[in-house]
């Protein structure tokens, strides 16, 4: 009798395919945000989470909830007002979870109770953060002692400011470590009532703050480059040049950019000293493009200056990161590739080293993908309010680049609209390429390839 392997063992392969399906990282990663949201809301929607002692909405809690996992910061209704000492306790537990990653600390718990990591929890972390399978257990390390060291330096800088600005010693430490941990997660989510607004002229909170954000949104991969290679910059990864690149870059011209437009407006810079101007356009040029940190209100400011907003948060950090957006990694490669196109190079290089195509068609994936969600998102929006088009684009693309900069908009939205800055968040906050990747049953691998044909383009 022939012998008939394909058959015979055709039972086992598909049972092997669906157990992968199953076990998809990417698909676990959504599953975990979604356990973790729901956990959140459920705290939320205790009597006592709210300073009144009612019950929140289910959607205000909902929204609180994915607002502070996806690091987002916005608000459905005020933060410092309307929840209680356990609603911020919450809430903080909600940033730090979805700051850290779900995956990530699903590794390090792993790491600390039996002193490895499984293959499933590193296929997890390594999806999370963009790291290299073999790097998981080195860089869930990374990740937090730098995150917990960043949290509490932020905290102690804030300390002593919070209590020479009339908070009590317990009150003053609570709201520097809830800052600390928010500005690092750039979650944008303040304890007091008028945020950073007061401290406009106060290096000592502002600086710390900045920094917290900006270190917060290069991203893990570069950090342990960084920590493990910090005295041979020449040996750092591709990754981590294009990422300080590119942040450096933004956080020098978008201070310039937006000084063009507010410097003489007296409803937010204008009337401050020169070196409160100075340090406001370095601070809005820093935090708010990530985090939703801000001195400036949406409405006191200029449309030229709103827009450069929406771009700022659009472009976002680095991969990996607290931060969303399409990450700086994503337009400096694009921009590489629309010099090579330009100067009509073969290939796309930078610092000495070539991209391959296939990253650029990810490029390409991640910004269309982007306009398209915000395209469809807008269009929901606009159906379910009457606000202008200019403020539904902003608190969308604010959602979905998980930044936390409103024009207001997010409180008065009906249960539509909520529900579709939610989802927003949460696509933003886990990437559309991940999204796509957990929806996705199959990957197609073709053995055949068809004719190779150019079209025209442009």
Known sequence: MARDPAGRFAHLREALRARSRAFQPARLAVTAFLAVIVLITLALCAPWATRSGKPASVIDALFTATSSVCVTGLESVPTHSYWSSW???AML?????????????????????????????????????KGALGQVGALVRVVAAISVSVELIIALFLFPRFLVAGDSTGRAAWHAL??????????????????????VSDVGVLLPVAVGVFIGA?????????????????????HTKLTLTMALVLAVIAPIVIGLFEWRNPATLGDQPVPTRVLGLFFAGVAPKT??????EHADVTAQTSLVQVALMLVGGGSASTAGGIKVT????????????????????????????????????????????????????????????DQVIFEAASAFATCGLTTGLSATLPVAGKLTLIA???IGRLGTM????????TSRRSVLRWPAERPLVG
């Open 87 to 89: 609603g911020h306790v």
């Open 93 to 129: 537990a909600g940033i730090q979870v979805g700051g850290l990653g779900v995956m990530t600390i699903g590794a390090l718990f792993g790491l600390l109770v039996t002193r490895r990591i499984g293959l499933t929890q590193r296929l997890l972390a390594a999806s999370e953060t």
């Open 178 to 199: 809830f800052y600390g941990v928010s500005a690092f997660n750039n979650a944008g989510l303040a304890p007091t009532s008028d945020g950073l607004a007061p401290f």
């Open 218 to 238: 290069l991203g893990f991969p570069v950090l342990m480059n960084i920590s493990r290679r910090w005295s041979q910059p020449r040996s750092w990864t591709l």
């Open 291 to 296: 985090s939703g940190f801000t001195l400036m």
């Open 330 to 389: 994503t337009l400096a490669v694009m921009l590489l590739a629309i010099r090579a196109e330009a100067r009509g190079d073969r290939d796309i290089e930078a610092f000495g080293r070539r991209i391959p195509p296939e990253v650029l068609r990810a490029a390409v994936g991640v910004v269309v993908a982007g306009i398209v969600i915000l395209f469809v998102a807008v269009l929901l929006l606009l159906t379910t309010t009457s606000a202008p088009m």
């Open 424 to 426: 927003l968040m949460l």
């Open 434 to 441: 991940t999204l796509a990747a957990a929806l996705a049953l």
